[in-house]
């Protein structure tokens, strides 16, 4: 046997007894398969592929009751061309200047429109914030580096009105990895940057080279193929290693925020979570790691006391890297 692979036995992986009931449910409904890609040169069948997925996604938020707009207040803006949808929490502080960028997740293909709505009503009540989400461009017609630019003009905007210390940015999965690209370029442009991030399983390699790419390949009941079919879309024939594509690959010494990093132990992006998580320590970034028990990609679905565990651990790490700073009058 090649002494560089390690062959492991077929095995049954049973949900285990130590997580809440409710994650325990989640993990008891097992794998939903995705279907496969199309072809890079299929625009017409990623167009169909991405419009029945945010679909499926729009009902199952609507089905668990997550996507109400109960306390809080909604507004479509477009900022310098980019759509954004404002939050405000309406039991917000009156001296509450704070506002949490949000970069919505979807493998850098889906997530858009109403489904980027509902992704900012819960992220909003989430973080407690007022909040901006950036409604950005996708493939197939919108490849890198369109979504970055977008996210680096909402945030030029909000530089515009925040003083940088009452900015947070993040984002879950593809959100991620936007979130860390955004604060590397605006970084390297010049601009100031946030008070912190938050990376949430985050994308952070597009080369796949993580080990738990492969170890957790199979235990994820979210993140179920290893094609890279959706990361090579997003790329658009550019190098997988530019650092706005893959962060992990950038200089963080550099200058980055304080950040917050979260993924699960059945995490197929475990690994990128981690690596990125050392990175920043090396950098000597203040960065701290949450990796939740027998969690999949996403987590468990925003229903369950471990996610509201996370919520909390946000929450504080927003508030001791961001207070709320009354402006004094002028």
């Not at 007894?17 to 008891?28: D, F, G, I, R, Y």
């Not at 979807?106 to 992220?123: D, H, S, Y």
């Not at 701290?288 to 990609?297: C, F, I, S, T, Y």
């Amino acid at each position: 046997m090649d002494r560089a692979l390690l062959q492991v036995p077929e095995r049954t992986i049973p949900v285990p007894t130590t997580v809440s009931p409710e994650a325990q449910a989640v993990l008891a409904m097992g794998v939903t398969p995705a279907p496969p890609y199309p072809a890079l040169d299929d625009a017409q069948g990623w167009r169909k592929m991405i419009s029945s997925t945010d679909a499926m996604v729009l009902a199952m938020f609507s089905q668990a009751g997550l996507t109400s707009p109960d306390g809080c207040k909604i507004e479509d803006l477009t900022v310098h061309g980019v759509p954004v949808f404002a939050v405000t929490p309406i039991d917000l502080a009156p001296d509450d200047e704070r506002i949490y960028l949000d970069i919505h997740g979807g493998a850098f293909i889906v997530g858009g429109g109403e489904v980027c709505r509902a992704i900012a009503t819960m992220a909003a009540r989430k973080v407690g914030m007022r909040l901006w989400s950036v409604d950005y461009r996708m493939p197939p017609e919108h490849p890198y580096p369109a979504a970055v630019d977008d996210c680096l003009v909402v945030y030029r905007a909000l530089l515009e009105e925040h003083r940088p210390e009452e900015i947070v940015i993040g984002g879950t999965s593809a959100g991620g990895n936007l979130t860390a690209a955004l604060i590397l370029r605006a970084r390297d442009e010049g601009f100031p940057l946030p008070a912190g991030a938050v990376l949430l399983t985050p994308a952070l390699d597009l080369t796949q080279s993580g080990d738990s790419f492969r170890t957790n390949l199979g235990v994820d009941t979210v993140i179920t193929t290893s094609d890279p079919g959706a990361f090579l879309l997003y790329a658009g024939g550019h190098d997988l290693k530019d650092p706005y594509l893959s962060p992990l690959f950038g200089d963080l010494s550099k200058g980055f925020p304080p950040t917050l990093l979260a993924s699960g132990t059945r995490d197929v992006l475990l690994s990128d979570t981690v690596r990125m998580h050392r990175a920043l320590r090396a950098a000597g970034v203040a960065a701290e790691l949450h990796v939740l028990e027998a969690a999949p990609h996403g987590f468990f679905r925003g229903r369950t006391p471990e996610d509201r565990e996370l919520d909390r651990e946000v929450r504080r790490f927003i508030d001791e890297y961001c207070p709320v700073r009354p402006r004094s009058l002028e």
